[in-house]
């Protein structure tokens, strides 16, 4: 089983910018596609972004595209997540998860701790 540790986190203002970075123990990350979901106060998780194992294809959720993008870098096993044009809507613990297989559909589990996000207006 793979292990993930989030970072990236704080206090910006609405506008701003973050990277979050996932970074992944374990020999067969690059064959796994990665995600990026998170959760607010009172509220479900919610699906942010994925990314297939090469990289190619891509997933975002209708709220973020255009301001969010993920990546990654196999040979760190790290997946990153910038954030731009912040709002305060984005307040969230955000959490990175590995896919079940190398496609972003095929679901995703081995969590994260998360890091926390909050946007100030």
């Known amino acids: 089983q793979v292990q993930l540790v989030e970072s990236g986190g704080g206090l910006v203002q609405a506008g701003g910018s973050l990277r979050l970075s996932c970074a992944a123990s374990?020999?067969?990350?690059?064959?796994?596609?990665m995600g990026w979901f998170r959760q607010a106060p009172g509220k479900e998780r919610e699906f942010v972004t994925a990314?297939?194992?090469?990289?190619?294809?891509?997933s975002y959720t209708d709220s973020v595209k255009g301001r969010f993008t993920i990546s990654r870098d196999n040979a760190k096993n790290t997946v990153y997540l910038q954030m731009d044009s912040l709002k305060p809507e984005d307040t969230a613990v955000y959490y990175c998860?590995?896919?079940?297989?190398?496609?972003?559909?095929?679901?995703?589990?081995?969590w994260g701790q998360g890091t926390q996000v909050t946007v100030s207006a």
């Open positions: 998860a590995r896919g079940v297989g190398s496609g972003i559909d095929s679901g995703f589990s081995s």
């Open positions: 374990g020999r067969t990350f690059s064959r796994y596609a």
């Open positions: 990314i297939s194992w090469s990289g190619v294809t891509t």
